[in-house]
């Protein structure tokens, strides 16, 4: 059996929470899984764009992007 990486735990964790609710199958239940893989997109990129370029295959992306991308998730935000 593999193990997640820990950066990669929390993103799972929310995607697992939000199957659950999209396979219960009512609207309301729909509606928060879609939540839910959105939070889970937002972490992962937000986690992936925090770690040192070493982390990420010494992959560089421009201060202006990587804030911009910070941003983003912060200007649509409906739950908290």
């Not at 993103?11 to 929470?17: M, Q, R, T, V, Y």
């Not at 939540?35 to 992959?59: C, K, M, W």
């Amino acid at each position: 059996m593999s193990t997640l990486d820990p950066l990669a735990l929390g993103p799972f964790e929310i995607i697992l929470h939000a199957e659950m609710h999209y396979r219960d199958g009512d609207d309301l239940d729909r509606r928060i899984a879609v939540v839910g893989f959105d939070n889970a997109i937002e972490l992962a990129i937000h986690t992936y764009l925090s770690l040192h370029p070493i982390q990420r295959q010494n992959r560089i992306y421009p201060k202006v992007d990587v804030d911009k991308a910070r941003e983003l998730p912060q200007q649509g935000r409906i739950l908290h």
